[in-house]
């Protein structure tokens, strides 16, 4: 944690704690960006969502990074949503409906949300977004 401390990066280590814990995810800051870092816990999901992730180019550095791929973000927050609705992972999730729908694999996002026990989050979730769309094309 000093070693990104001394680059300007901020980094909780209650966050951290509870990620290593509980196999969620914790934030690194640098007052611009926030980079959300998920705990694997080696579960056929986590093992899965490694696999699909994405080598990406960053715009702003050019430097390469790789991200979980769209549907894995979805799933993941899901899941930590379990029983209790999350507002930010909700309102993250409307956000990558908002952006990225067409190009969803939707039959992977029911699979995972089903192993879950999440399909009626994530079906209220895409019903929410339908009708947003077709609100905002009137």
Not at 52 to 70: H, K
Request: aromatic content about 12%; some cysteine; overall charge negative.
């Amino acid at each position: 944690m000093a070693a990104c401390e001394e680059v300007g990066w901020y980094i909780s280590l209650e966050e951290t704690t509870r990620a290593a814990q509980t196999g969620g995810a914790f934030s690194v800051k640098d007052g611009f960006w926030k980079v959300d870092l998920f705990v694997v816990q080696g579960d056929p999901f986590a093992d899965q969502a490694l696999e699909r992730r994405q080598q990406v180019i960053l715009m702003v550095t050019g430097e390469t990074a790789w991200l979980l791929s769209p549907e894995d973000v979805i799933i993941h927050k899901l899941r930590w949503c379990e029983g209790k609705r999350l507002e930010r992972h909700l309102r993250d999730i409307a956000a990558i409906l908002s952006f990225r729908f067409e190009s969803l694999d939707l039959d992977y996002i029911d699979l995972w949300a089903s192993q879950f026990e999440a399909s009626g989050l994530w079906a209220g979730l895409i019903d929410d977004y339908r009708a947003r769309s077709t609100e905002n094309s009137h």
